[in-house]
């Protein structure tokens, strides 16, 4: 197939503007699946992500179109993940094509996500064919949508396609236009080979399958590839494309979009945005735009039964096998015994791998409350960074603390201004600038640190204005901030776990609250159990959970053993999930609770 | 060799608001009952035979509720006639547990002249605010007319009082301690209120109608009301059962002591060669099933050796005795102290038990926790 047939494009919205459901509509019309094999949502593969529906993992499938012109043409989908904590894989699936449907409800106007991908489509010089969707439901607004996106994107409304995706209406038009607007793919098939990876995935029987485009030059079966920012080389095994499951090819050339299986054992050898070249002859300069990606969220997983140590790190391993942007680390605390620190792109893909963990592993974890990296200059001259609160040098060892820093943007309707303003206040954001998108709707953009955001920050943002705002954020830089370690006591022991970071101000009334959590979640014991917060060696809250002093059964139920028996197990049964610190039983929850205080 | 058999009569004139137990609240001439008693004659036969056929006398007999004394005069009769001629009775203590509300003089020749040697009376409480509250269908009036009544006729009479009830201070109690040691029972039951889901009670406590005692003031009664029946001259024996010298309930003994016994009626419960059975729960199966000559169970679980080495320490603790390292070594073969080392270490070092006097025994801090002992015990 000559380039000018190929179209290379993907599809970006906001979550739940219909993106799956318009490019199960596409696979559906060009006949890559006939309905009978449709699973609902092809392209969502794992179940979680049917569960919640949103993508995680990119997919690509290649579509076989036959246009009104009467010629053939290649259309290479690409999926890209729509969460901010996966921008930059976003990127570079992006950066993969020529071309990007923009998805937008008809009824819910252009959102927070929306304008975040469209930056990132035109960061990438992309084609942009905007589709309104959703055009059947009764709330949709198709005028107003149009001059949403001439107004605040500056993209021509009348181009608009106007779709259902649900109903399958303007599916062909939008098939027209990915192939009329979208500019074939350029690139020289005769020179050296540079295929850039957006994503990877590990295969139990052939190892990792790289998904590339093809931007320069051409691969073939057997040849020797250099992966360009490590200098491994490995030898293509196979090579082909997704229509939609994988089907071999002799040759894969500029413009095209493909797999490559070469032998490869882990995922950490084909990161997302490197570039694939010929061991034999390479080119000149990796494509551009390559980084390597680094958690910024961590959090400690630690099996609830110790003897579950080895299954958690087996399944670490596997995890990671296929999601590089996962980190872990053996870690001791002396309230939890043997566990990991784990590295997260962010808070959803932590909850991600906390599911699948749990689900799939079938493993009972205890997991620790999450926190930023931070960046401690010692007073000795030096920067350490710090993965876990636990491990924050003492206060007379610090010069200052450096936080991660994000930039978030709130689009929120007019009435809900203040409120949104006073949670980004509260959660010690500065105020950047106000625009109206248009008279009835804002967006707030505040400059916040990234600890704040994990807490409780998506919560709070949604009750606060009835779920009527949208929220995106990006990385920033890091900013000294005063901060300090909160140490927690339980029966004047450090339970190490539960230490966290927080600003100055805030943390006299964190440190009480966390408190008075805990003496609700830790269930009375055969003693008296004094929870405190320190600051260092000061003492600045103290709660107590006083000592159980009933707990018989005076009932007589006659004969009726077993449900005696079922009481006590019950009662045994609820201990079995509780972690033993010093001589203090404490509930998976409470190693939690940190975060639904304040 | 004797073993314990349970008779249930699951018919009561109306619910108390915290009773969860199988029954039915109805008049005894309802034609149910009729069909009850119909079939649980045939159930006393045929495990009167099974009995016979082991060589194995019936050497208590409880009969509880319920309300047994719902019943009228011919179904009582009718139903210890049928105890005696197909139950290899050896001389048993036979309980039957009595309503002060349904008590009469008629009832109580019944149950004497067939040899009922023991009442269990349901006094609970002599506030009669409060046992109107509770759906008592008795004052304490009655309830003192009727003990003595009993007195008259039995030999031994057990009262069943209740602690932890709403309203109830630590006064209340003492008062209705005093008044029933005159009375002079031999053995007292002293009961913890316990809220079940889906009772009356649980809906009133839930809703903040009822106000029950703080554990601290529950605590306070149950130590108070031991001091109080020692003093009396009654031993505290099992955690929740007081007697005078000789008066232990056999019946409940077998039950702690980890024994087999039968349980005849809806929902009854057995222990019988290793194995916990129970009857179908359901009236109209249980019924069905002894039309067709069939015994009603709907549950059979075999017992592990470790789950009753397990049951006879939860039950056994119970007992101001204990578990003898003796007998238990004697059934099982093994040291108690070897099987639950662990346990027994941990427990000792808490307080909560003691081992002396050759069993392993509660403590006074370890009483008022039992479950928490207990529940160490259990493989879960």
New interface residues.
Partial sequence: MQQKNIRNFCIIAHIDHGKSTLADRLLEATGALSEREMAAQVLDQMDLERERGITIKLQAVRLNYRAEDGQDYILNLIDTPGHVDFTYEVSRSLAACEGALLVVDASQGIEAQTLANVYLALENDLEIIPVINKIDLPGADVEKVKTELEEIIGLPGEEAILTSAKEGIGIKEVLEAVVKRIPPPQGDASSPLQALIFDSHYDAYRGVIAYVRIVAGQIRQREKIKIMSSGKVFEVTEIGTFRPEMTAADVLSAGEVGYIIAGMKNVKDTRVGDTITSAENPAPEPLPGYRRVNPMVYCGFYPVDNADYESLKDALEKLNLNDAALTYEPETSEALGFGFRCGFLGLLHMEIIQERLEREYKLALITTAPNVVYRVNLTKGGTVLIENPAAMPKATEIASIEEPFVKAKVIVPHDYVGPVMELCQEKRGVFVNMEYLDPNRAVLTYEMPLSEIIFDFFDLLKSRTRGFASFDYEFLGYRESKLVKVDILINHEVVDALSFIAHVDRAYPRGRQLCSKLRTLIPRQMFEVPIQAAIGQKVIARETVKALRKNVLEKCYGGDITRKRKLLEKQKAGKKRMKQVGNVEIPQEAFMAVLSID | MNTSV?IHIPFCKAKCIYCDFLSYSCSPEAPLVQNYLQALLKEIRLSGQKLQQAGIKVGTLYI?GGTPTILTPQQLEMLFSACRRHLPLNNPEWTVEANPGTLTAEKIGIMAKNGVNRISLGVQDLCNERLAMLGRLHTADQAEQAFLSCKKNFPVVSVDLM?GLPGQAEADLLATLAQVCQWGPQHL????L?VEEHTPLAEAVNSGAVTLPA??E??AM?WAARRFLSAHGYEAYE??NFARKGYWCRH?LT?WR?LP?L?LGLG????WQRQ?L?NTDKMQTYLALLEEDVLPVARR?SVSRRQEME?TM??GLRLREGVSFASFASRFGIDLRDVFAVQIERLLQ?G?IECTHGAVRLTATG??????V???F?E?
Avoid: C, K, T, W
């Fill in positions: 349970y509880g602690v039951s002293l009961y913890g316990m554990e601290e529950n605590l149950f955690i929740a409940n039950y980890n016994y349980g009854a419960h057995s222990f916990r129970v679980q049951d939860m039950l808490l909560l009483l008022p926790v039992a479950n928490y207990f529940a160490e259990l879960v």
